[in-house]
């Protein structure tokens, strides 16, 4: 089955850039999303399709996608930025929707 | 608005089963796909499966193809999962989620609801 692989945390200075990464084989041949989950709460989705922003959505949140590894960025960093951050595919191979591990993002 | 609304949380013996409710409002329902997804305490969320709410097509993932049941009722707009011989394992949050159009995005999140497998 198809594999994400998330660091676990990843720490950001107020006001500087966090790049949290999603590994996985090929994954620039697939789409990638990217959801905010904060403790207690439902995951939020924050990027579609690679680079996409739903609506209400700061443009501080970036995302890219190439060879094996994609990339959510966050501008600017807020301590309202700090959450869980996990990227999604779907595996066309499998017919499954596949999340990766998470990352712990701590603003700091 | 758009908003998912699920039922409240429950508490269940080993070997029972389990069933939760996801009512849809503020969108047209048979135009999206409904997911579910739940999540263990401190790990990743993980897909169960979803149902087409147009044509009643349902998809599971292969880890719950033999104990978990996805229905829809439209007159309803509400969807229902069904989880059956329960271990201590299964306690988690359960979420639905609604697919977007034209991607595979999860674009609306019910509350959750936690679910409880304890003897």
């Known amino acids: 089955s198809y594999v994400l692989t998330q660091p676990p945390s990843v720490s950001v200075a107020p006001g500087k850039t966090a790049r949290i990464t999603c590994g996985g084989n090929n994954i620039g041949g697939k789409a990638v999303h990217w959801y905010q989950q904060k403790p207690g709460q439902a995951p939020v989705l924050v990027i579609y399709?690679?680079?996409d922003r739903p609506s209400g959505i700061p443009e501080r949140f970036s995302g890219s996608n190439s060879g094996n590894t994609a990339t959510l960025t966050i501008s600017r960093a807020e301590a309202g930025d700090e959450a869980d951050y996990y990227c999604?595919?779907?595996?066309?191979?499998?017919?499954?929707?596949?999340f990766g591990g998470g990352t712990q993002l701590a603003v700091l | 608005q758009v908003q998912l609304v699920q039922s409240g949380a429950e508490v269940r013996k080993p070997g029972s089963s389990v069933k939760v409710s996801c009512k849809a409002s503020g969108y047209t329902f048979t135009s999206h796909t409904m997911h579910w997804v739940r999540q263990a305490p401190g790990q990743r969320p993980e897909w169960m499966g979803w149902?087409?709410?147009?044509?009643?097509?349902?998809n599971y993932s292969q880890k719950f193809q033999d104990r978990v049941t996805i229905t829809r009722d439209t007159s309803a707009t509400t969807t229902y999962m069904e989880l059956s011989s329960l271990r201590s394992e299964d306690t988690a949050v359960y979420y639905c989620?609604?697919?977007?159009?034209?991607?595979?995005?999860?674009?609306?999140w019910g509350q959750g609801t936690m679910v409880t497998v304890s003897s």
């Open positions: 149902i087409n709410a147009g044509n009643d097509d349902t």
């Open positions: 399709h690679d680079s």
């Open positions: 989620a609604r697919e977007q159009i034209a991607n595979d995005a999860f674009d609306i």
């Open positions: 999604q595919v779907w595996d066309s191979s499998s017919d499954h929707v596949v």
